[in-house]
């Protein structure tokens, strides 16, 4: 969804005025259908993120890997090495997290309007 927020305001727009058309109802299902793709990926993508350990371990067997010689402290510059990471990852988190509030708010708007053009596709004789 590039430039399609525009297009998905107005048709939701137009769906809580009652005016939207057969062809817009359409429209909006399928944006309706990418926004929950989107979630889907989101939901993928924070199932796979590794822990704070995970990484740190990671981080060791790479550090041991290319350089046996400092297997005695590659735990010790792998902690440095997610300590250094952490503010970085921490603005991730915070901006993931405003986007799954927008993405929620959308989606919630997405769903009510396409129960109301339910309601009036099949309030119209």
């Given at each position: 969804?590039?430039?399609?927020?525009?297009?998905?305001?107005?048709?939701?727009?137009?769906?809580?005025?009652?005016?939207?058309?057969?062809?817009?109802?359409?429209?909006?299902?399928?944006?309706?259908?990418?926004?929950?793709?989107?979630?889907?990926?989101?939901?993928?993508?924070?199932?796979?993120?590794?822990?704070?350990?995970?990484?740190?371990?990671?981080?060791?067997?790479?550090?041991?890997?290319?350089?046996?010689?400092?297997?005695?402290?590659?735990?010790?510059?792998?902690?440095?090495?997610?300590?250094v990471r952490e503010p970085e990852l921490t603005r991730l988190r915070y901006e993931r997290?405003?986007?799954?509030?927008?993405?929620?708010?959308?989606?919630?708007?997405?769903?009510?309007?396409e129960a109301r053009v339910r309601e009036l596709?099949?309030?119209?004789?």
């Amino acid at each position: 969804m590039t430039a399609q927020p525009e297009r998905l305001h107005h048709l939701l727009d137009r769906a809580r005025r009652g005016v939207l058309l057969p062809a817009e109802a359409e429209q909006l299902a399928g944006l309706v259908g990418e926004l929950e793709k989107a979630e889907a990926r989101v939901r993928e993508l924070e199932a796979a993120a590794p822990t704070r350990a995970a990484l740190r371990a990671r981080y060791t067997a790479a550090i041991v890997d290319a350089y046996p010689d400092l297997r005695y402290v590659a735990d010790d510059l792998a902690d440095k090495l997610c300590t250094v990471r952490e503010p970085e990852l921490t603005r991730l988190r915070y901006e993931r997290d405003q986007l799954r509030e927008a993405l929620a708010a959308v989606t919630g708007q997405c769903r009510a309007a396409e129960a109301r053009v339910r309601e009036l596709t099949k309030a119209k004789p």
